[in-house]
């Protein structure tokens, strides 16, 4: 969806900024602006400034800044396109989109509604199941012996669904309403020749409810009071949830995982809860499934750390290597991704409450790093004493190994996996690169299995590229005219590449000029829908699209070179890497330049002025001392 920058102007025109940021902070007037506490940093003292004037927000603490749109992408870990279309939704406006047939768009516009009603219907349903909890003298014992106090009960929005099958008739005006059994709040027995029956699907279970990151309810967990099976039931797949894509806890613990500076991923509602309670309020945990890419990335929103916490017994050990196949292409050299396991007997809860919060803490910073689980996982059940043991550890290392993206940790692991089964990094590399290829193709490589070229003393070893679509190398191609050129060419190029970029990156290339901020728009929206995509997939979704001209004349004539043995992206991302802080650069000196001129009627101006000045020069050294490494773009 390809969002023109007249909407994106109009929709912030439109929006308050102090009314978006005052659902998540508490703000008290302060002259001009408004202040609280940051929520991006711990503080005590508030120095988090939103100016209703300027549609602005900032931090003399930690530097965050940005408009309405920035807020919630930072904050509420929101795409571009998601925090545009939840502005929109809360300004009654609707997102125009240049694509797609008017049907289409009709259908698109009756599914959100769709989506808002479900989500109207569950918050309802929760408030019930709240009541019911202060009913229920066992519910509540049960919570009270499981250590929990009516204040993180309250917090977390727990209830209790009564023992009887159609509660619910008595919530809802009409128990035959179809959005009770589309939200999975009733279940609906229909065999032919038999009288219809509906029931709830919840009954007798203390209740969980599910929020997304803006808060809405989109399902529940139902935990039993005993024995019986299932322990833990949950809502089913429903136009808004889905178990893939959704954390428990996420909305609650969305400010503690900035301040704790790590998200710890456990398996249950009740550990989320029960950690919350003993100082561990930074916890998710999955719905009842394995950790998908999906959590992942939707992790990596809020933190640059996470650590998966399972039981150390074989069922915790299988899930823990289902998340590491699902972090292993966000593990970049910015990231940090570990795993705990924790003593059979014990879960996070009974742990701290046997050894201390202290114990766990330490626990928690001592959890086996990402490269340490990936080389265990590979070499588990290998004789390395043995050829084929070793050789079959470099089989199994190969898949882990290509999907991490291209940095220092693939570099350092290559060397280490190469020790292991007794190869030469080059070697290794050879191997893999040439795995099931014809001997034509590999000699076409460059890869003749019985002669390998040593690099001499001026050369760069190359390295394997991952299981993705090799990055392609183009001919023919118009040298870029401007900076956003350039790095519209890199990203239609490398699309991967817009998920290691800053929500300030992100808010910067959407909100240029047309045509080039509806571009980056555009992909932004193909990656978040459609995931990664090499050009030629992206040229044939442009067909017939306005900005299809721009891209194709950016691109120029492409040609895959996939003969070359060197698929190595990291020189394009250090190209564009450079590219953007320069953007960025630009973009404060025209900043500083707006505060300038402000400071004759605002005196936070000044402040502000010196704030960005601080930042830019801060970036000139970076970007000065990276190209001084590694030679200019």
């Known amino acids: 969806m390809a969002i023109p920058q007249t909407f994106i102007q109009e929709l912030l025109a439109r929006a308050d900024l102090v009314d978006i940021v005052g659902r998540y902070v508490q703000l008290k007037k302060g002259g001009a602006n408004f202040m609280g506490l940051c929520p991006f940093h711990g503080e005590k003292s508030p120095s988090f400034s939103v100016s209703p004037g300027k549609q602005f927000y900032h931090c003399f603490g930690?530097?965050?800044?940005?408009?309405?749109?920035?807020?919630?992408?930072?904050?509420?870990?929101?795409?571009?396109?998601?925090?545009?279309?939840?502005?929109?939704?809360?300004?009654?406006?609707?997102?125009?989109?240049?694509?797609?047939?008017?049907?289409?768009?009709?259908?698109?516009?009756?599914?959100?509604?769709?989506?808002?009603?479900?989500?109207?219907?569950?918050?309802?349903?929760?408030?019930?199941?709240?009541?019911?909890?202060?009913?229920?003298?066992?519910?509540?014992?049960?919570?009270?012996?499981?250590?929990?106090?009516?204040?993180?009960?309250?917090?977390?929005?727990?209830?209790?669904?009564?023992?009887?099958?159609?509660?619910?008739?008595?919530?809802?005006?009409?128990?035959?309403?179809?959005?009770?059994?589309?939200?999975?709040?009733?279940?609906?027995?229909?065999?032919?020749?038999?009288?219809?029956?509906?029931?709830?699907?919840?009954?007798?279970?203390?209740?969980f409810p599910i929020h997304n990151v803006k808060g809405e309810c989109i399902g529940f967990g139902g935990r039993v009071l005993g024995d019986e099976k299932p322990k833990y039931l949950n809502s089913p797949e429903t136009p808004v949830f889905s178990k893939g894509r959704e954390l428990y806890g996420l909305f609650e613990a969305r400010g503690s995982l900035r301040e704790a500076g790590y998200a710890l991923v456990t398996e249950g509602y009740m550990d989320v809860v029960a950690l919350a309670q003993l100082g561990f309020p930074n916890v998710v945990a999955t719905l009842g499934t394995a950790c998908t890419t999906e959590h992942v990335q939707k992790l990596f929103r809020f933190t640059d750390a996470v650590v998966f916490s399972f039981d150390g017994d074989s069922a915790g050990r299988r899930a823990a290597r289902k998340a590491l196949d699902a972090a292993l292409s966000f593990a970049t050299d910015e990231r940090s991704i570990k795993f705990l396991f924790l003593p059979a007997e014990h879960d996070p809860d009974s742990f701290i409450r046997a050894f201390g919060k202290d114990a766990f803490a330490r626990h928690v910073s001592e959890a086996l790093p990402l490269s340490r689980f990936l080389i265990d996982a590979a070499q588990d059940g290998c004789d390395l004493t043995t050829a084929e043991g070793r050789a079959l550890l470099a089989s199994?290392?190969?898949?882990?190994?290509?999907?991490?993206?291209?940095?220092?940790?693939?570099?350092?692991?290559?060397?280490?996996?190469?020790?292991?089964?007794?190869?030469?990094?080059?070697?290794?590399?050879?191997?893999?690169?040439?795995?099931?290829?014809?001997?034509?193709?590999?000699?076409?490589?460059?890869?003749?299995?019985?002669?390998?070229?040593?690099?001499?003393?001026?050369?760069?070893?190359?390295?394997?590229?991952?299981?993705?679509?090799?990055?392609?190398?183009?001919?023919?191609?118009?040298?870029?005219?401007?900076?956003?050129?350039?790095?519209?060419?890199?990203?239609?190029?490398?699309?991967?590449?817009?998920?290691?970029?800053?929500?300030?990156?992100?808010?910067?290339?959407?909100?240029?000029?047309?045509?080039?901020?509806?571009?980056?728009?555009?992909?932004?929206?193909?990656?978040?829908?459609?995931?990664?995509?090499?050009?030629?997939?992206?040229?044939?979704?442009?067909?017939?699209?306005?900005?299809?001209?721009?891209?194709?004349?950016?691109?120029?004539?492409?040609?895959?070179?996939?003969?070359?043995?060197?698929t190595n992206a990291q020189p394009e991302r250090d190209e564009l890497r450079k590219l953007l802080d320069r953007m960025l650069v630009e973009r404060l000196k025209a900043q500083e330049t707006q505060a300038i001129e402000a400071a004759s009627t605002d005196p936070s101006a000044l402040s502000r002025y010196r704030e960005l000045q601080s930042r830019r020069r801060q970036l000139e050294v970076a970007s000065t001392r990276v190209e001084t490494e590694q030679g200019p773009p």
């Open 62 to 207: 930690c530097g965050k800044n940005g408009n309405a749109i920035g807020f919630l992408m930072e904050h509420a870990g929101m795409s571009f396109v998601e925090a545009v279309s939840d502005l929109a939704q809360q300004y009654g406006m609707q997102v125009p989109e240049d694509d797609g047939s008017p049907q289409d768009r009709a259908r698109a516009a009756e599914q959100r509604q769709r989506q808002t009603t479900l989500t109207d219907v569950l918050k309802k349903a929760g408030e019930a199941y709240k009541k019911q909890l202060k009913q229920s003298t066992k519910a509540v014992d049960y919570l009270k012996g499981r250590g929990l106090s009516g204040a993180i009960a309250q917090q977390f929005g727990l209830g209790y669904a009564s023992e009887g099958w159609r509660t619910l008739a008595g919530v809802f005006p009409s128990y035959d309403d179809p959005l009770l059994v589309e939200s999975g709040l009733v279940i609906l027995h229909n065999e032919e020749g038999a009288e219809e029956k509906r029931y709830d699907r919840f009954r007798d279970r203390v209740m």
């Open 396 to 566: 199994r290392a190969r898949p882990l190994w290509q999907q991490l993206p291209d940095g220092a940790l693939k570099r350092q692991l290559l060397g280490e996996i190469a020790g292991l089964v007794q190869l030469d990094s080059r070697d290794l590399t050879d191997l893999w690169s040439s795995k099931g290829q014809s001997p034509r193709s590999a000699q076409a490589r460059g890869k003749d299995p019985e002669r390998h070229k040593r690099p001499d003393s001026q050369s760069r070893p190359t390295y394997a590229a991952n299981n993705a679509v090799p990055t392609p190398r183009w001919t023919g191609r118009a040298l870029p005219s401007s900076r956003a050129d350039h790095a519209a060419r890199l990203l239609m190029g490398n699309l991967q590449a817009l998920q290691a970029l800053s929500a300030e990156e992100h808010a910067m290339l959407c909100e240029l000029p047309a045509p080039h901020g509806p571009l980056f728009v555009w992909l932004e929206s193909q990656l978040q829908e459609q995931g990664s995509q090499p050009w030629v997939a992206l040229q044939a979704g442009l067909r017939g699209h306005p900005l299809e001209e721009l891209a194709t004349r950016l691109m120029g004539r492409h040609d895959l070179d996939t003969g070359s043995a060197d």
